[in-house]
């Protein structure tokens, strides 16, 4: 095996903040000093490579001279301590409508994964693949974001069987019930695409082209105009996760688990656009 230098671009005080989590972790399950194979920084600059390049963990274990059982451990205990650290829905939009934000946005995506033998069945009374997107003709999670009108994602959720729609997504993780409540408790309206249609008050949409052909008239297109050029910029939440967290791309862990990396990425994140609370 050959041995190279490489450098990793993510500050150094991520992988202390990192660190300091996993120190408090292992105080927290009574882990005894000198019994673990890496300090919790070369525990924070394992996982934080893992993210930031999706090395296969097998050959990142040997490059920090631990197995690929250990780096497996080591990453998934990451991920856990990284998931938790994300705020609740409410928690989010209550801190976006304190900022004084006009709205959020909200998106679904799929996460690629490898296939998962698993089946369903589907309003037709098919036998399908759970986790097979139709939509995408891909295999993966389906992941519901909400972001500021700035793009930044400020929630994601647990992942979701990827044959289903967003919307269904949605009404099952009771993300529009919070919607709804951010709507009419703290006037921030909800912006979606058309896949949300029927969502329901304070979730806008654009209007869909009629069936007979006719053009939509002037106030709709309007509407679908403005809804647009407000909502375009929500885009930009998924590519901030997947664009510096090269793990998120392609998965080879069940989809199940893609909720809990998806929000621990999303925990990284605000660290380096500086959005963590007070607290942390």
Not at 79 to 105: E, F, K, N
Not at 117 to 139: C, L, M, N, P, Q
């Amino acid at each position: 095996m050959i041995t190279y230098s490489a450098r990793l671009d993510v500050p150094r005080e991520l992988v202390r903040h990192v660190a300091s989590l996993l120190r408090a972790q292992r105080r927290a399950v009574g882990t005894r000093p000198g019994t673990r194979a890496l300090t919790c920084f070369y525990q924070a600059l394992l996982v934080l490579v893992w993210f930031r390049k999706g090395e296969d963990k097998a050959t990142l274990g040997a490059g920090f001279g631990v197995s690929r059982a250990t780096a497996y451990r080591y990453v998934a205990e990451a991920v856990r301590v990284l998931a938790v650290q994300t705020p609740t829905l409410h928690d989010a939009l209550a801190r976006v409508a304190a900022d004084g934000w006009s709205h959020v946005i909200l998106d679904g995506k799929l996460f690629d994964t490898d296939r998962l033998a698993e089946t369903t069945t589907s309003v037709k009374g098919d036998t399908i693949d759970a986790w097979y997107s139709g939509k995408h003709r891909d295999f993966g999670a389906n992941i519901q974001a909400v972001m500021r009108p700035d793009g930044l994602p400020i929630w994601t959720s647990d992942a979701m069987p990827g044959h289903l729609h967003d919307l269904t997504c949605a009404q099952r993780l009771d993300v529009t019930g919070a919607l709804y409540w951010a709507a009419s408790q703290l006037d921030l309206p909800t912006l979606a695409d058309s896949g949300y249609e029927g969502a329901g008050q304070g979730i806008h949409t654009p209007y869909k082209q009629p069936a007979d052909g006719r053009r939509l008239a002037v106030d709709n297109r309007t509407h679908n105009s403005l809804l647009r050029s407000l909502r375009c910029q929500g885009e930009r939440g998924f590519a901030i996760l997947t664009g510096r967290w090269r793990t998120l791309r392609h998965s080879t862990v069940s989809p199940r688990r893609m909720g809990a990396i998806v929000r621990a990425a999303l925990h990284l994140t605000h660290f380096e656009y500086r959005y963590l609370p007070e607290s942390c």
